[in-house]
């Protein structure tokens, strides 16, 4: 596999979770998970000691904890739950996974969604190029 196939593999694997949240709760927190080089998938959160922290501050509180990652990962992914707003639909929550992988793939994945009566429907899902957290380029 390549490090998209890898990022990808990693992403459906978190989004399982994502979706199984947001059936029973309606929202999650932030977490994530890497891929060790056996291709095994860790998955990991964070225990927030201050119950009033925003969502942001937990994202980057699981950023950095991350960045202290086991050194046989070979990606990483972060899933947050975050609101987006178009012309076309107004405001939307919207899952959005950030990727990155050591072979230089790196991407923000956004998945606004619909949730049904025991089901999730990712629609109008769209990515970019995301910015290298974990995998520092060296010149």
């Known amino acids: 596999m390549n490090g998209k196939d890898d990022c990808e593999a990693l992403m459906?694997?978190?989004l399982d979770f994502a979706?199984?949240?947001l059936v029973e709760y309606g929202e999650f927190h932030p977490f994530?998970?890497?891929v060790q080089r056996t291709g095994a998938i860790v998955?990991?959160?964070v225990d927030m000691q201050d119950p009033g922290a925003t969502s942001q501050e937990e994202a980057d509180l699981l950023f950095a904890r991350m960045k202290d990652h086991d050194p046989a990962a070979s990606a990483f992914g972060v899933v947050t739950h975050v609101s987006i707003s178009d012309d076309d639909h107004g405001v939307r929550d919207v899952v959005k996974v950030f990727l990155e992988h050591d072979r230089g793939y790196c991407a923000d994945v956004?998945?606004?969604y619909e949730i049904g009566a025991d089901?999730?429907?990712f629609v109008d899902v769209?990515?970019?190029q995301g910015?290298?957290?974990f995998f520092v380029i060296k010149h």
Request: aromatic letters at 12%; zero cysteines.
């Open 119 to 121: 089901k999730v429907s």
């Open 43 to 45: 998955h990991v959160g």
């Open 110 to 112: 956004f998945l606004p």
């Open 126 to 128: 769209f990515a970019q």
């Open 19 to 21: 979706e199984k949240m």
């Open 12 to 14: 459906s694997e978190l």
């Open 131 to 133: 910015d290298r957290v």
């Open 32 to 34: 994530g998970g890497y």
